[in-house]
């Protein structure tokens, strides 16, 4: 299976069976959401920090869920992203938390590679909770596990994920953790928001014609368009981007006959996504949410449990 | 008096010694005068020239200062620093350039010429008083820092400033193609998710630049152009072609631009967030070829000290630049010794710099300034960033092992740095 990497910052140094094991592990954890008592001892006296240095509420609580539901204390540093404006390094506000005998760093920043700081730093196993464009592994292995969930299987399947890739940690780890996996992986957006770059990944490819996309995917990720990037100059306007490249039922019919739909959240209704795309029989978006605690819980139980 | 005892000049296997007398070299292999001082068998060439330093005064001494930043020149073979005007206040003031050398000629390290702004306030829109200026004794004009956006100013600049025999230098990069890039823009900056600063950038900025020379140049108008830094293939071959056509144009290249590529930001380490940014082996190895048939005039280190917590942030967050004035001869000789040859790699730290500047190229000749360097080009040493002279104690060299390190070197007759 290979060693067990200390932190879940990208997928580099994770083999595609240690990740097998995690979202095998992650159906474990589903049994433990539906039973009455929703709680296993497995991280009692642990305590667990959600280092959060940009804003989020749904993943901090998807994690802070998580943790508690596997008897953890957590502890919840919402920094924003001031406390670096204001001169402190990451490395100072990580050894005032260190103080605090934290034993695993749940981190969130605006900056790609922070995490990567932060591990540095921390002595201790840290969970990667979204570094600026960079990395968000935990959404990648929900997304991964919510498909598998469908065909059993990932292996010859193809993804397309589809909006801002530029801007996307969610496209950039699922477009890094799904060909381990044996998927194929097909990003999708207007030209200046994918950048060529991305096509030296291997298992991805790129093309700005979302029915080619579309074609012969099994399942296919709108992402979210970042409304404040449109400054920027990207895009002529919404409504010509909405025209394009909205996932709904039309372009859906290009997809394979049982082809899921899937989002990050939050979501921009009408815009990246229609309402029958959304909210129709092929949507997994509620089922992924649900599957990111279980993903979650997996996580900390592979990176803390029989550690020492 | 001194006598340096003990030396060998490039290219000879014999043992010297060199006579200085009221700052000049009074001559070879006379009886020994004045105070003594051992060569330890090594290589003497004149001190090296630094056309691009930021020693940060005043205003930001917590980074560096004159006298750790003079000193940490001295201690890497320089007799000479041209230092940035990116100060707070800003170096555009007569005032600030006299008081910056006389601080500095008290100091005994380094020979400092303060570079002045081009603009007032750096801002790139009104011209300084040049003229001014240079009388104060600024070496030469840069906006450097910041990129010359507006262009009729920056020809503006270059008319007066030729007028005035004077070169100006620029920071070539265009800020509207940079946009919010902090490393190279490639399938690097992609798979580490960081906003990227494509080769266009700079290869776009040195093209209208060299423009800009071109008709003044048609024009019959005298107007001196450096490109600080160059960074990227494309820019180079334009600086190629330009002198081709006999425009007067010199660039210079930062050793850590051939010695590093933007692999090394995987890291995630802002010690190497650099501008222009670190680029890509392709790049350094055009560079290299630029050094060896010389459409590169010269080298530069843009020593550019920030404080550890600066760069302990975030790559976004930190500051850009990399500090390393006092191994800059040892990196480039110990790799680049074998495909360069140490007389080139001298001639474009020492005399290269000074013909881009106009000066007086340094020999070792009896009557001329006694400004001159003992290097060690054999003893292996590993780069210990706590016996920098410098504030800066943090470099990407830590633990690398480099030979060619400076034994002694003089200023003015007198020594500056002894190991």
């Known amino acids: 299976m290979g060693a067990r990497p200390p932190h879940l910052l990208d997928f580099q140094d994770w083999t595609p069976e240690r990740l097998g094991a995690i979202l095998d592990n992650a159906d474990t954890m589903l049994q433990v959401l539906d039973r009455p008592v929703k709680k296993v001892p497995a991280l009692q006296g642990l305590t667990v920090c959600n280092a959060f240095f940009e804003n989020s509420t749904r993943t901090r609580t998807s994690f802070e869920l998580a943790a508690r539901r596997m008897s953890a204390d957590v502890l919840t540093f919402a920094a924003g992203a001031s406390s670096v404006s204001k001169g402190e390094s990451l490395r100072d506000t990580m050894e005032v938390l260190t103080s605090y005998k934290v034993d695993a760093y749940i981190v969130r920043h605006h900056a790609a590679g922070a995490a990567h700081l932060v591990a540095r730093y921390s002595g201790k196993p840290v969970i990667n909770a979204g570094d600026g464009r960079r990395a968000h592994p935990t959404q990648a292995l929900l997304d991964a596990y919510t498909i598998r969930q469908e065909y059993g299987s990932l292996e010859g399947k193809t993804v397309a994920i589809i909006g801002d890739i530029r801007h996307s940690r969610v496209a950039r780890s699922n477009a890094e953790l799904l060909p381990k996996l044996g998927a194929k992986v097909v990003l999708c957006g207007p030209a200046p928001l994918l950048p060529a770059g991305l096509g030296a990944l291997p298992g991805v490819t790129l093309t700005t014609d979302p029915r080619a996309a579309v074609r012969g995917a099994h399942a296919v990720m709108a992402l979210r368009l970042q409304r404040e990037r449109m400054s920027g100059g990207f895009l002529g306007s919404l409504q010509e981007y909405a025209d394009t490249y909205q996932v709904n039922e039309t372009l859906m019919q290009e997809a394979e006959s049982g082809a899921v739909v899937l989002h990050p959240g939050p979501m921009n209704r009408d815009l990246e996504i229609s309402g029958d795309a959304a909210d129709g029989p092929r949507s997994r978006i509620l089922k992924q949410v649900e599957n990111g605690q279980a993903i979650r819980m997996s996580v900390l139980y592979h990176l803390l449990v029989g550690r020492n | 008096m001194i006598t340096i005892t003990n030396i060998k000049r490039v290219?000879?296997?014999?043992?010297?010694?060199?006579?200085?007398?009221?700052?000049?070299?009074?001559?070879?292999?006379?009886?020994?005068?004045?105070?003594?001082?051992?060569?330890?068998?090594?290589?003497?060439?004149?001190?090296?020239?630094?056309?691009?330093?930021?020693?940060?005064?005043?205003?930001?001494?917590?980074?560096?200062?004159?006298?750790?930043?003079?000193?940490?020149?001295?201690?890497?073979?320089?007799?000479?620093?041209?230092?940035?005007?990116?100060?707070?206040?800003?170096?555009?003031?007569?005032?600030?350039?006299?008081?910056?050398?006389?601080?500095?000629?008290?100091?005994?390290?380094?020979?400092?010429?303060?570079?002045?702004?081009?603009?007032?306030?750096?801002?790139?829109?009104?011209?300084?008083?040049?003229?001014?200026?240079?009388?104060?004794?600024?070496?030469?004009?840069?906006?450097?820092?910041?990129?010359?956006?507006?262009?009729?100013?920056?020809?503006?600049?270059?008319?007066?400033?030729?007028?005035?025999?004077?070169?100006?230098?620029?920071?070539?990069?265009?800020?509207?193609?940079?946009?919010?890039?902090?490393?190279?823009?490639?399938?690097?900056?992609?798979?580490?998710?960081?906003?990227?600063?494509?080769?266009?950038?700079?290869?776009?900025?040195?093209?209208?630049?060299?423009?800009?020379?071109?008709?003044?140049?048609?024009?019959?108008?005298?107007?001196?152009?450096?490109?600080?830094?160059?960074?990227?293939?494309?820019?180079?071959?334009?600086?190629?072609?330009?002198?081709?056509?006999?425009?007067?144009?010199?660039?210079?290249?930062?050793?850590?631009?051939?010695?590093?590529?933007?692999?090394?930001?995987?890291?995630?380490?802002?010690?190497?967030?650099?501008?222009?940014?670190?680029?890509?082996?392709?790049?350094?190895?055009?560079?290299?070829?630029?050094?060896?048939?010389?459409?590169?005039?010269?080298?530069?280190?843009?020593?550019?000290?920030?404080?550890?917590?600066?760069?302990?942030?975030?790559?976004?967050?930190?500051?850009?630049?990399?500090?390393?004035?006092?191994?800059?001869?040892?990196?480039?000789?110990?790799?680049?010794?074998?495909?360069?040859?140490?007389?080139?790699?001298?001639?474009?730290?020492?005399?290269?710099?000074?013909?881009?500047?106009?000066?007086?190229?340094?020999?070792?000749?009896?009557?001329?300034?006694?400004?001159?360097?003992?290097?060690?080009?054999?003893?292996?040493?590993?780069?210990?960033?706590?016996?920098?002279?410098?504030?800066?104690?943090?470099?990407?060299?830590?633990?690398?092992?480099?030979?060619?390190?400076?034994?002694?070197?003089?200023?003015?007759?007198?020594?500056?740095?002894?190991?």
């Open chain 2, 11 to 419: 290219g000879s296997e014999k043992t010297e010694s060199v006579t200085i007398e009221n700052g000049l070299i009074k001559g070879w292999n006379l009886p020994e005068e004045g105070d003594v001082i051992d060569g330890q068998g090594g290589t003497v060439a004149p001190a090296l020239i630094e056309l691009h330093a930021h020693l940060r005064e005043p205003g930001q001494t917590e980074k560096e200062d004159l006298a750790s930043g003079l000193a940490a020149a001295a201690a890497g073979g320089y007799g000479t620093v041209v230092s940035m005007p990116n100060t707070s206040p800003v170096v555009d003031d007569p005032a600030i350039v006299r008081s910056l050398i006389e601080k500095a000629s008290g100091l005994g390290f380094a020979r400092l010429r303060p570079a002045a702004a081009l603009t007032k306030g750096q801002k790139g829109e009104e011209l300084a008083e040049l003229t001014y200026l240079k009388e104060a004794g600024a070496a030469m004009f840069t906006d450097d820092g910041r990129t010359n956006e507006n262009a009729r100013t920056l020809r503006l600049g270059l008319e007066t400033a030729g007028s005035l025999g004077m070169v100006i230098s620029v920071h070539a990069e265009d800020a509207s193609l940079r946009a919010d890039g902090v490393m190279n823009e490639g399938p690097v900056s992609e798979a580490l998710g960081l906003p990227g600063n494509p080769a266009s950038a700079e290869a776009a900025r040195v093209a209208r630049d060299i423009e800009i020379v071109a008709g003044l140049h048609a024009q019959g108008v005298p107007a001196r152009l450096h490109i600080q830094h160059l960074s990227t293939a494309r820019a180079l071959d334009l600086v190629r072609a330009a002198k081709a056509q006999g425009l007067p144009v010199t660039c210079e290249v930062c050793p850590h631009h051939l010695t590093l590529t933007d692999e090394a930001l995987r890291s995630f380490d802002a010690i190497f967030k650099v501008a222009p940014p670190l680029r890509t082996q392709a790049d350094a190895d055009h560079l290299l070829e630029g050094l060896r048939d010389g459409s590169v005039d010269c080298l530069a280190t843009d020593h550019a000290p920030h404080t550890r917590a600066e760069k302990e942030r975030d790559l976004l967050d930190a500051p850009s630049g990399i500090a390393y004035i006092e191994l800059a001869f040892p990196l480039m000789y110990t790799r680049f010794g074998e495909t360069l040859g140490l007389e080139r790699i001298l001639d474009l730290m020492t005399a290269a710099p000074a013909r881009v500047m106009g000066w007086t190229e340094p020999t070792l000749d009896a009557g001329q300034k006694a400004d001159l360097v003992v290097l060690d080009l054999t003893t292996e040493r590993t780069v210990n960033p706590a016996e920098f002279k410098s504030k800066a104690k943090f470099t990407p060299w830590a633990g690398e092992t480099l030979k060619g390190w400076p034994l002694l070197t003089v200023v003015d007759g007198k020594v500056a740095y002894q190991r």
